[in-house]
């Protein structure tokens, strides 16, 4: 079933549009298949690079790893607010670059281990 709880209640609503959110939840799933095809690659890559097959900047040890669009934000929104989920954005976009490559060594650390 592709509706659960709070979602059958918002789709009795005369003006819910059922074919508007099932393009909608079409749509994020085919990004998040590009988002998984993405890191796939990268980890290909990565296991190769670890076997000196390849080598891969820093900036490609991330591809897929979108920082800049977040499909799950709407989720955070509703999880925990507006006010926390722009306080967490502006965090980030605040840092200076030195700040955010440190940031990214600190993934990749995590991302190895």
């Known amino acids: 079933m592709l509706f659960s ?20 939840q079409k749509k994020n799933l085919i990004l998040e298949k590009e988002r998984i095809e993405a890191l796939l690659n990268t980890l290909e890559r990565t296991l190769k690079t670890m076997r000196g097959e390849d080598s891969m900047s820093q900036r490609e040890k991330f591809k ?6 977040n499909p799950y934000e709407e989720e955070a929104r509703q999880l925990w ?7 967490s954005n502006d965090f980030i976009a605040s840092k200076s670059d030195r700040e955010r490559n440190d940031m990214e060594k600190t993934l990749d650390e995590l991302f190895r281990g």
Do not use: C, I
């Not at 709880?5 to 909608?24: H, I, Q, V």
């Not at 897929?64 to 669009?69: K, L, P, R, V």
């Open 64 to 69: 897929g790893f979108d920082f800049s669009y």
């Open 5 to 24: 709880g709070e979602d059958r209640e918002a789709s009795s609503n005369p003006r819910f549009d059922r074919e508007k959110a099932l393009e909608l």
């Open 81 to 87: 607010g507006d006010e926390t989920v722009g306080r």
